[in-house]
Each structure stands twice: as C-alpha cells, then as structure tokens.
C-alpha cells in the first residue's frame, strides 16, 4: 500500500512570543502519533510555512521525524524562489521526511509553464516522493486536470492533494475519476475540505490530508477508518455530525485560525499561537469555538 493513503494529519507550527513553541510542537506529534494517524505533514499551510525562517522550518522538519516514532513524515517545501524550494529539500531530506509536499507559492501570477517548469527542477532534485499541493484559495493559483497529467508524469509525483470536491456524491465520484483517467495509476488522490472528506473519499479518493486531523485526530480518524471497512453511512453520520464545526470555518474565514483556537482551548498551544499579522480569533468568536467543542465533545 502507498504511503499516500489513509488520514494524514497536518498539524499546526505553534508559536510563543515570536519563537516556536518546540514543547506544544512536540506534543502535537505525540497526540498524532498516539491516535494512531496514517502519516503526518509538517509545514503545509496549517502548519505556517510561508511566514517561517529557513532555520525554523529546518527546526520543526527535525523534531517531526524525531518524535514521530514510526509515523511517516512529510515535510512542505514551498516557497517563492526556487533555490529556496531546493534548500528545503535538502533540510528535510537531511531531517529523515518519508516524503515532501509542494505548493507552488506566488507574489508575481505563475503561468502553467511556469508552475511544471518549477516541478520538473523539483523532481529532478529530490531524491523523496511529491505530494503536489492544489490550494488555490491560499495560493492563488489553480490548477486544471491538464497540467495535473503533465506534472503527474513526472518521476518522483506520488499523490495530488485536491480541493474540496463537489458536495454530491454523483458529482464528486465524477470529478475524481476524471482526474484518475488522466494520471498514472501510482499517483493516489488526496483530498482535503474537510467538510467534503467523508464525500471525497467515499467517491474514491485514496487520502484525506487533513486540517482538522492535526489537532483532533480522533474525530479526522473515525471518518476515514470507516470509510475504509466500508461503513460509509458512519463516515457520513461522523461528518455530519460535526457540521457546526465545518461552519465555523466558513463563518471565520477559513480553517486555520478556527483550528489554532481550537488548539489554545484545549491547552495544546499557547494563547494566540499564529504568527503575526494574524491575529486569530476574536473573544466573542473564541467562545462561540469554545460552545462547539463542547457541544460536539471534542475535548475528549
């Protein structure tokens, strides 16, 4: 079985007073790892990439592996320059990451060439398999099912992590298996909205990369393990059950600042956790997350 299937957790780089919080870090992976998460991807956009030093990340690249026990590792590499991204190639790989996520960042608008021209380099460089990062709404760039056949072809692509797939069944089932007709059998399908993920993975996807998984796994981990023994009414029922937490990201502007104050609840993190300009959440909506948390029972 690919190591690109099942639940991968993405957790949150917590910071305190502008520093990483390496002890809330290392009892997130603790948390992943004792729940039992399929794999675990540092860095990615829950985890702060983007606004991190080339020592940070190279920091919270080697106290993932460290502490992830047997627990793969994939380590995001994004970032604007090139020679950027192929440095942190070299850090994770260095740190012991089982593989390596890549969104293509911009400031200036990328153009298709420009973005398989950045994948080429990449596999040409690492030496760890690629998970191809489609994050439109943080990236601002988007991909189309042409460009993922061509950067699906190349060497060293292992997965695509997609956005949110259609709310209806007939219509996600058709989506995904658009994109499998035109990439290579080895490349396993991720997708991600985690609102949509019970309908992502029943249609056929192989993974959830999840926001959620991250800091509460249990929950991101019923999903999934029912969708694979084939119960798929639970899957749903699970989802479903947590929609006032899936609208809360949409009523808050998205899943990262929800996230990270569900995290500050719960006492895995420090107090405003994420790194400046954002603010995160403000008192009154902290409580409305605290209500949630409470009324779903996640603090468990």
């Known amino acids: 079985m690919s190591l690109f299937t099942g639940l991968s957790a993405?957790?949150?780089?917590?910071?305190?007073y502008d520093q990483i919080d390496e002890?809330?870090?290392?009892?997130?992976?603790?948390?992943?790892?004792t729940a039992g998460v399929d794999s675990i991807t540092v860095l990615g956009s829950t985890g702060s990439y983007a606004y991190l030093t080339a020592g940070e990340r190279d920091r919270i690249a080697h106290l993932a592996v460290e502490h992830a026990g047997t627990t793969p590792v994939f380590v995001g590499i994004g970032a604007l320059r090139t020679s950027q991204i192929l440095a942190n190639i070299d850090s994770?790989?260095?740190?012991?990451a089982s593989g390596l996520l890549l969104a293509p960042m911009t400031y200036q608008p990328l153009t298709e060439d420009d973005v398989f021209a950045l994948?080429?380099?990449?596999?040409?460089?690492?030496?760890?398999p690629i998970i191809v990062y489609d994050n439109p709404g943080t990236t601002h760039f988007t991909f189309n099912t042409e460009l993922y056949a061509r950067i699906s072809a190349l060497p060293g692509i292992a997965?695509?992590?997609i956005p949110g797939v259609p709310a209806e069944p007939v219509k996600a089932r058709e989506h995904i298996a658009a994109i499998r007709a035109i990439i290579p059998n080895h490349v396993t399908i991720g997708v991600s909205g985690d609102a949509f993920a019970a309908t992502g993975l029943r249609a056929g996807g192989d993974a959830w990369y999840s926001v959620i998984g991250g800091t509460l796994p249990h929950s991101a981990l019923a999903i999934t393990r029912a969708i694979q023994q084939h119960r798929d009414g639970d899957a749903l029922q699970e989802s479903q059950r947590l929609a006032p937490l899936w609208d809360l990201f949409t009523a808050f502007g998205g899943s990262l600042r929800v996230t990270a104050a569900i995290a500050?609840?719960?006492g895995l993190v420090p107090y405003q956790s994420l790194p400046l300009p954002i603010q995160g959440l403000s008192?009154?909506?902290?409580?409305?997350?605290?209500?949630v948390v409470e009324a779903l029972e996640l603090a468990k």
Do not use: C, N, W
């Not at 994770?92 to 012991?96: D, L």
């Open 264 to 266: 500050e609840y719960l």
């Open 159 to 161: 997965s695509l992590k």
């Open 92 to 96: 994770a790989q260095r740190a012991g």
């Open 283 to 291: 008192t009154s909506q902290r409580a409305r997350v605290a209500e």
């Open 23 to 33: 002890a809330a870090f290392i009892g997130l992976m603790q948390r992943l790892t």
């Open 10 to 16: 993405f957790p949150l780089t917590p910071l305190a």
């Open 119 to 128: 994948f080429r380099t990449v596999t040409q460089h690492a030496d760890l």
